[in-house]
């Protein structure tokens, strides 16, 4: 009887020894438990310097049948503001894509607000008061009339507005969207960069209703590839437009997609209306 007692009063001791080491794998594990479901758990996304502006556009995307996928900000001329970058697009408060050509810190396409070049002043080389070396494509607003022209200058001396204080002009190279016949040889003759090798590019087109489309492709493909999709893509007819610079500085900020190209930093950037001022 007493031999039985004493067994089970050892049984009862030893269980308790056993308990706290019971409660620490227990505690042990929920401690694991919670750290990787803080691990696992999505993280909230950092907002974009752009979010919030007032959104002026229509985005649309659309794959051509060479499957050549384009991203399409569509817009009002008056809202189009060119502005000098300086950086990469994404931490530029701003919405729009990348504009003209450019080498270091000089920008070699015209790019004028009211007259005023956006990277100098009006003259200066790098300034956007040139398409340096060759006259070039050049898609202008003329605000006075509200008539978009695609004009082939070398300067902003040459550009033909009503109004020379309320009008844009973006210089690119000629799509010649409406002159199959003529594009290659005019591309070639204003020396369209890298047009049979496999990019990413950008364009700025309009359409015979006024409207603007800012056009960016991730796709790596030949300018013949891009200008085909965008004959495919873009709604409306009569339109032209300009090839603006591409590969890494095809970038884009919009709500519905952010392009980054190879992050690389841009001179020059066609924004929209509501953009926080440099």
Known sequence: MWARIESARTGLRRAWQRKPRLIAA????AAVTVAVMLWTRPQPQPREAFHGLPHVYSYLQA???AQVQLHMMS????DIKLRSAGSALRPIA???INGG???GSDLLSVAVMNGRPVNGVQGAYGSGWFNAKYPRGTLVWDGASGALSVQVVSSGDELDVTDRGHYWA???ISMNLQHEELWQAAAAAEHLPYADEQRMRSGLVYNAD???WL???PTRCTAEEFRTAILEAVPGGGREGIFLDGDGSSQMNAAEALLTGDSRPVVQMIALAGAKQP
């Open 26 to 29: 227990v505690l042990l594990a």
């Open 63 to 65: 794959d051509s049948s």
């Open 75 to 78: 817009a009002q001329p008056a």
């Open 94 to 96: 701003a919405y729009g």
């Open 101 to 103: 050509f450019f080498y």
């Open 170 to 172: 973006q210089g690119g």
């Open 210 to 212: 006024g409207k603007l």
């Open 215 to 217: 056009i960016v492709t």
